[in-house]
């Protein structure tokens, strides 16, 4: 009983010292990369007036719906826990006057955020972002340079294989058609609709595409796609975009449902995705959202960012070094019994490959035969050097390769040579 009160509360986690090194290792990158990349940090407070998010996030949103930590101040204000990074960045960016400075001001920052969500893997209800913002500039190699800087810091944190999922969600104009014709697409099922899609039916039908309970429907998979109605000046900016990509040597998949969740992106958005952490899931995402600093009360300036989760990324990595398996070897030594015999000549064996520059190991735990090969397996050793009772009478070791299961016995002396030649194969 007087334990629970103590115990931390729901959706939170402690970072032991056993694990702070990775957290450190993933900060550092971020300091390094991105100002590498000419960005400067920014960092602005955990809690904002309500309406920053209101506005900034957008009234639509289920973070802001469902999602935040909102309370009344001793001075009456509604205040929330920042639930997300772009808001604030740009709150600051407009209350000091950054505009008036050289442009486009690139911003990165990386802390806490608050969502009230249902805790699971990876889903915090503290959790930490890290993301970068380019304000004032629409040029499309503003774009390609974020997204570039996105997949090289997935690269640099040792996730290897995310997938870049990229679309346009194009500007009020070529959305004002769009909606026009999703809304007379998704009109017969509107009543089927869940709660949330038929709330923002009029408001945001470009949301329920991306709705965890709809999207999958097949009448909302056939609706019309943004990309068919973009205007020209969109149309532009999207192909120009790709071209950069291209330039720059970074993949893309093209996926006209991709709208994200949130309601003030415009143009470009994207996510890069692994699916090896649960189903399609998120490592870092962003877009442009060329009116939200008007909206926060700043000029008409354009903008573009991305933010990306360092639990899911400290994940990824987990799953991939995983399935990477420990450092690879090329030869275990597998031994049949414990006769002083055997492991004198286990040694001698060990040792002998190791001098010829052969990665090799041995089992020290005194396991079975079979625990020996599942480890020479998941090491992904070439090689099984199986050593018993009958190599040790013939001065011989068995060989095993482990690829084509074939095996046979040679002399001690001519082991290197023939575990070299399987090597080699
Ligand atoms: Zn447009
Ligand atoms: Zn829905």
Redesign the pocket.
Known sequence: MAMADFARPRGTYDIKPSETPAWQAVEDLARTLFSHYHFEEMRTPIFEHTEVFERGVGDTSDIVQKEMYTFVTRGEKSVTLRPEGTAGVVRAFVENKLYGGPLPAKLWYLGPMFRYEAPQAGRNRQFHQYGVEVIGSSDPRVDAEVIELGARFLLEAGVADARLELNSVGCPVCRAAHRAALIAHLAPIRGS??A??QGRFEKNPLR?LD????RDRPEVKSSPRITEYLCADCQTQYSAVKHNLDVLGVSYVEDSTLVRGLDYYTQTTFEFVDDRIGAKSTLLAGGRYNGLVEQLGGPDMPGIGFAGGVERLLLARAVQEEEEGAAKIDAYIVTFGSDLTIFDASLRVLSLLRKAGVTADLDYAGRGVKAQMKTADRLGARVAVLLGDEEVANGAVTLRDLMTKEQNQVSEDACVEAVLALLSR
Do not use: A, H
């Open positions: 609709l869940c949330d899609c329920i709705c965890k309970k709809d």
